[in-house]
């Protein structure tokens, strides 16, 4: 048998806050993810459940969470994403198996790149910013904390400083948070886990990336997404946005200050 203690990674991705990328430094450092999975998260058979891929530990008893992370290391599972809700983190965080990680995005620019994604892949047609706020679970007020005080499923609830403070201490339970405007964040949490392969690719030139996506749309025929991209390019925030979105997510902000100061 080996002596080397199993260890699993769960990665609390919130989104459009870098998870495809570490899901993808996940895959080029050899950790095991199911052998079916979106962007780290299991695809699970799950009957006529309605969540992706069968994957949904926010339902999951403390109980049915132990008995999954014990399959994970029978089946030699090492790494993980969960994206679409959030998790018995006290539990997570007490099992020593589990190493609980994230990574946190400033909350205006990581809106804004939600709403660009959506509306240029057709998943919403909102085309103005400030009426997608609050419009969706991922386009909620006060993201993180809702999602870190377990409150992301009624999306359209306001919070108070009660789930700001739960936000936080679930916040503490973390083996490692990354913050994406900090220095070398993604080398610091590939530094944490002892991942060794960077992937030059994150580096590629966006401008290209932008022509690919738009030649593959045009190939393909979705000549109105192609539109959407064209008629609607990412801008620069105005200020009354800016001051209109850190109204409406002030838990927020100070949630990512917090995190700016403690997670360098």
């Not at 809702?146 to 789930?163: A, C, G, T, V």
């Not at 390019?233 to 409406?248: G, I, L, S, V």
Request: overall charge negative; some cysteine; glycine content about 4%.
């Amino acid at each position: 048998m080996s002596n080397i203690p199993y260890r699993l990674i769960w990665f609390q991705h919130f989104h459009k806050a870098a998870g495809t990328s570490i899901t993808r430094l996940a895959e080029a450092n050899n950790e095991v993810l199911y052998e079916n999975h979106k962007n780290g998260i299991p695809v699970i058979p799950a009957g006529n459940k309605d969540v992706v891929g069968g994957f949904d530990p926010w339902n999951f008893s403390e109980k049915e969470l132990s008995e999954f992370i014990d399959n994970c290391e029978k089946l030699g599972i090492t790494f993980l994403a969960n994206e679409w809700g959030s998790v018995n983190f006290e539990l997570l965080a007490s099992d020593p198996r589990v190493v609980l990680i994230t990574c946190l995005r400033n909350p205006l620019k990581r809106f804004l790149s939600n709403f660009y994604f959506d509306y240029w892949h057709g998943y919403d047609d909102i085309s103005k910013p400030e009426n997608f706020l609050g419009a969706s679970k991922f386009s909620q007020t006060d993201f993180y904390c809702k999602f870190l005080s377990q409150s992301e499923q009624s999306y359209k609830e306001r919070i108070d400083e009660h789930h700001f403070a739960l936000a936080k201490t679930n916040l503490s339970l973390f083996d490692y948070v990354a913050v994406l405007e900090s220095d070398n964040s993604i080398d610091k949490l590939r530094n944490f886990l002892n991942w060794t392969e960077e992937l030059e690719s994150l580096q590629q030139n966006k401008t290209s990336r932008w022509d690919r996506s738009m030649i593959r749309l045009l190939l393909n025929g979705h000549f109105d997404l192609a539109f959407r991209r064209i008629s609607h390019p990412r801008r620069q925030p105005t200020p009354e946005f800016c001051d209109f979105f850190m109204k409406n997510n002030p838990l927020d902000i100070q949630l990512y200050e917090f995190a700016q100061k403690h997670y360098p």
